[in-house]
């Protein structure tokens, strides 16, 4: 028992050490970003809201703050669509070749950013295209299909066959029982992969970073300000990115246990 | 509702090689209540969702009253289905459930609407239609399924073990229901089920299924008093199924030591456990092995020197006396005896 309780207090140790190599730096951030000091050294000066004031009648901010969210929501828009589509084709029918292209949706997952925007860099200016913000919507649409897909399939497969085959015996073609009949029991998947999606592109940086040059995306725009120096202005708009998608991901995942 | 008949014609279906239905014909008249009965595996769902045209055939051909349906996607078959679960669409409430199959063949809706409060009244569900499927009972859904069904007038009603999923007593009331309801409309209905007492007190027509295949086709009555082979007399309830050597020189009196343990060669022979008489008598040649009660009745097995195991059947106020261990004396009327066509 003193050997269970020994092992027992060292998990304990390495997940608190887990959890605050995590969570630490980002507390540090949310603290410093009410710093009215302009150096990110303690001790804590006094409480300001200047920083967010700064951030949000910076001009680059705001441009970068836009871009990023029209670019993630037409990203989250589409990969949410297009999974419907996969993810009812993936889990209601049989064809050859189907493992295969069930593992081939998922492998953006494991290829490294980096070689999505690299080779996506070069192929479509090969093909003619500017770099810009429409070609970081495909670049990152690539980027969280997969997840899209998953969390989708995964609901499709709980509905029952035979809600299905019920709509057709009563005269319901294929198209019409898909949106009337699964679309509505995976309404809270939808949205909820909806909201994921969303902010997996809105945090990307790489493959933005290789497909766009002079409209820039907020995580972009973050990075520019830090390589020309530092502004506390930064911790501020990392503690509103922070907190918006904690909202949103805790959202999601409570829409999921939803259905 | 017009009625319809169905006609499999040679039908084969194979599941990845493994063969599922073989060489089946079957035809069935308009009007008929008939039932596929068959153990789990027999193929007699994959059957039923052919009809539907939810399976593939692999190959032969499938008639709904003249017309070859064979290759006819299931929305345009006039066909309804009927699920265990009921398969009831949870996000629409009962209303919506019953009017689905109207509203897809786009008729205005006033109609549904005054369809579907005919069909509420019709179940006894008038106060529901505005209820989830999850807000009713397992019986009262059986019943939205079964309004959802028929309120699209099909030809033929296609059941797939529709009251499994109810307790004991509401299955009793429902097989009257659906009973009245079939001769009140007067559609084919195509029933799957695995329980026999259900189909008996179904059916105008069963077919027994076994691998496949039809095992034996008759009207309830037959089936139950004169099956033809031993697997069709299990599937009935008799218990005690045996070999005699030769037929033609049966002796009644001496029948319990002619009897052989099942034997590939000799001509198969059944009878209920219910048609034999005994009685305690110290020279017999069966002796009591075992006794349980089962309400009313008890089941005595009894086995002599050749390890023939009989299985009787009788009143409690017979039976009360007789102890494991007593020697008795079995006695049978040749009517009673079932000749089975087994090889």
């Given at each position: 028992m003193k050997n269970f309780s020994l092992l027992n207090n060292f998990l304990y140790i390495l997940f608190a050490t887990i959890v605050s190599l995590i969570y630490l730096p980002i507390l540090v951030m949310i603290v410093f970003s009410f710093n009215?000091?302009?150096?990110?050294?303690?001790?804590?000066?006094s409480f300001t809201t200047t920083w967010y004031q700064r951030v949000i009648t910076d001009s680059q901010y705001i441009e970068g703050l836009s871009n990023s969210l029209i670019v993630s929501i037409s990203v989250s828009l589409f990969a949410t669509l297009l999974a419907f589509f996969c993810a009812y084709s993936l889990v209601n029918s049989n064809f050859k070749g189907k493992s295969f292209l069930n593992i081939f949706f998922l492998t953006p997952l494991v290829v490294p950013l980096i070689l999505i925007g690299i080779s996506l860099r070069f192929y479509l200016s090969s093909k003619g295209y500017e770099p810009s913000l429409f070609l970081v919507a495909i670049g990152q649409s690539i980027f969280v299909m997969p997840l899209a897909i998953l969390n989708l399939s995964n609901r499709m497969s709980q509905?029952?066959?035979?809600l299905e085959e019920a709509a057709w015996s009563l005269g319901s073609s294929r198209l019409r029982s898909m949106f009337e009949i699964i679309l509505p029991s995976c309404k809270f998947s939808l949205i909820a992969t909806f909201i994921l999606t969303f902010t997996f592109a809105f945090d990307e940086f790489i493959i933005a970073y290789f497909l766009?040059?002079?409209?820039?995306t907020l995580p972009i725009k973050i990075w520019t300000s830090l390589v020309t120096g530092f502004d506390p202005a930064i911790n501020a708009i990392g503690t509103i990115v922070f907190l918006t998608s904690l909202t949103l991901g805790i959202i999601s995942q409570l829409l999921f246990l939803k259905k | 509702m017009i009625s319809k008949s169905i006609k499999l014609e040679n039908i084969n279906k194979n599941f990845d090689k493994v063969e599922?239905?073989?060489s089946f014909n079957l035809e069935i008249n308009a009007g008929e209540f008939i039932t596929l009965l068959g153990?789990?595996?027999?193929g007699k769902t994959t059957l039923l969702r052919m009809i539907a045209g939810l399976e593939h055939v692999s190959s032969g051909n499938i008639f709904i009253g003249d017309d070859n349906?064979?290759?006819?996607s299931p929305n345009k078959r006039d066909t309804s289905i009927m699920f265990q679960d009921y398969?009831?669409?949870?996000?629409?409430?009962i209303q919506q459930n019953i009017g689905y199959g109207l509203k897809l063949k786009k008729i205005n809706k006033l109609e549904i609407d005054r369809k579907t409060k005919d069909w509420l009244k019709k179940i006894d569900l008038?106060?529901?239609?505005?209820?989830?499927?999850?807000?009713?009972?397992g019986g009262q859904r059986q019943r939205v399924a079964l309004a959802r069904s028929l309120i699209v007038e099909p030809s033929v009603l296609l059941l797939d073990?529709?009251?499994?999923?109810?307790?004991a007593n509401l299955r009793k009331n429902m097989q009257s229901e659906l009973k009245k309801v079939h001769s009140d409309i007067g559609i084919t209905f195509v029933y799957v089920t695995h329980d026999q007492e259900e189909a008996l007190s179904m059916s105008t027509k069963i077919v027994l299924m076994n691998k496949g295949k039809i095992e034996q086709m008759s009207r309830p009555v037959d089936l139950y008093n004169s099956p033809k082979s031993s697997f069709a007399a299990k599937f009935m309830g008799f218990t005690n199924i045996f070999s005699i050597k030769n037929r033609d020189k049966l002796d009644i009196s001496n029948f319990f030591n002619t009897l052989e343990n099942n034997d590939i060669e000799n001509q198969k022979i059944c009878f209920r456990s219910n048609n034999v008489n005994f009685k305690t008598d110290n020279s017999g040649e069966f002796k009591v092995v075992s006794k349980q009660y089962f309400g009313g009745m008890y089941q005595i097995k009894v086995s002599n020197n050749k390890n023939i195991l009989i299985n009787l059947m009788s009143d409690e106020t017979i039976s009360n006396g007789i102890k494991t261990g007593d020697s008795l004396n079995l006695s049978i009327e040749s009517k009673d005896i079932i000749f089975l066509e087994d090889k």
């Open positions: 009215s000091s302009k150096y990110q050294i303690m001790p804590f000066r509905i029952p066959k035979n766009t040059n002079f409209s820039i | 599922v239905i073989n153990p789990s595996g027999c349906v064979t290759s006819v398969a009831l669409f949870p996000h629409m409430n008038e106060e529901y239609g505005l209820r989830m499927p999850h807000e009713i009972s073990e529709p009251l499994g999923a109810l307790d």
